[in-house]
């Protein structure tokens, strides 16, 4: 089978490989779509604080059930899958009470452990989650950042009824504001530096878009949301400049949940956090229960993937897919592999 590899920064090369065999607990996946995340990208350019080269990418991904072992209960031969890519050790006092998602062990799939750039991924059977027939596989791989977003949103004390601010209109950004929109929240504002995110943004039905670029954000905030401003704000730019207006615009006793990935270390003010009694909330990856919710709102229409899916390369145009979106700049979102 064909493999491509992320060798060093901005090198991949492909080679051959055995295909694997199963054991009695695993699922050997034959992949069919690949989305590249902003993780990927940050990795590509040797950005990424917790990815190290060489490395086989994707995380994101669907395809169908090519093998099984005798031991497989939760899935039949050619069933249309995604997968929850995190190991963990099972053993850790964060696993013990539920919190597999930050597993003091953890590894991610296409990130610290192969992924899915390659014809066939082998995975232990509870990481495997059956897709509905009519999902798409272009849907089936975006299954993972809508999950990300349901997480996240999740991690806020409530968001029903309440004003959300996202800051950065990237695909994670988008679709936490989404995700906001439909579990409640009174009205949603989402920032960008790019009019073409934002153009999206206003496409899947975020309530107010702003260019911080062009407009103040603070005179904007007043104007939309009144003087009380954002109830709650995702951070999902992973930037430092992002971070540090989240706290500099919150209202003292403001809920921040941190989603974005920080390729760099930023300077933030602890002491405004503490001046205003901020609650600065990290999210990480999901749970089960995230994925679950993910496909159920994707099948039942409620996310809006059409306008994020951008462009999709075969799997030999994996280099040029990362010169693609390297040359697109901001004017590009949800790039796909198709195997």
């Known amino acids: 089978m064909k493999q491509a590899i992320l060798t060093k920064p901005g090198q991949i090369i492909f080679r051959e490989a055995e295909k694997p065999a199963v054991s009695d607990n695993e699922v050997l996946v034959k992949i069919k779509k690949i989305g590249i995340c902003g993780s990927d990208i940050k990795a590509y350019h040797g950005k990424h604080p917790y990815i190290k080269c ?7 991904f669907s395809g169908v059930v090519e093998a099984k072992g005798k031991a497989v209960r939760n899935v039949a031969l050619r069933d249309k899958v995604t997968v929850r890519p995190q190991l963990v050790c ?5 696993c013990r009470k539920g919190d597999y998602n930050i597993c003091e062990h953890l590894k991610v799939i296409g990130c610290q452990s192969e992924g ?25 791989a975006m299954v993972e950042p809508v999950a990300v977003a349901v997480h996240a949103v999740l991690k ?28 409640g929240a009174r009205s949603v504002m989402i920032t960008d530096l790019s009019d073409f995110r934002l153009r999206i943004a206003m496409e899947c039905g975020v ?3 702003v260019n911080v670029k ?23 730019a992973g930037e430092g400049s992002t971070i540090n207006q989240a706290i500099s615009l919150a209202r003292k006793g403001t809920e921040i949940i941190v989603v974005g990935v920080f390729g760099l270390k930023p ?3 602890i002491g405004l956090v503490q001046d205003k009694e901020l609650r600065l909330k990290g999210s990480l990856m999901y749970k089960a229960e995230d994925y679950d919710l993910a496909i159920k709102l994707i099948s039942a229409g409620k996310i809006k993937l059409k306008p994020l899916m951008s462009k999709t390369f075969s799997f030999q145009e994996y280099p040029r897919a990362y010169k693609f979106i390297e040359k697109s700049g901001d004017k590009v979102m949800k790039v796909f592999i198709t195997l």
């Open 54 to 60: 060489p490395v086989i990418q994707g995380h994101e």
């Open 90 to 94: 099972g053993r850790c006092y964060l």
């Open 116 to 140: 899915a750039a390659q014809e066939f991924l082998r995975v232990n059977q509870d990481l495997v989650v059956r897709l509905p027939k009519k999902m798409s596989f272009e849907e089936g």
């Open 156 to 183: 806020a004390e409530s968001v029903r009824r309440k004003k959300v601010l996202v800051l950065g209109a990237g695909t994670i950004g988008n679709l936490t504001a989404q995700v906001a929109r439909i579990m």
């Open 207 to 209: 309530d107010y878009v």
């Open 214 to 236: 062009k407009r103040k954000l603070e005179e904007q905030l007043e104007k939309y949301f009144g003087q009380d401003k954002a109830d709650i704000i995702f951070e999902c």
């Open 267 to 269: 300077p933030v003010d």
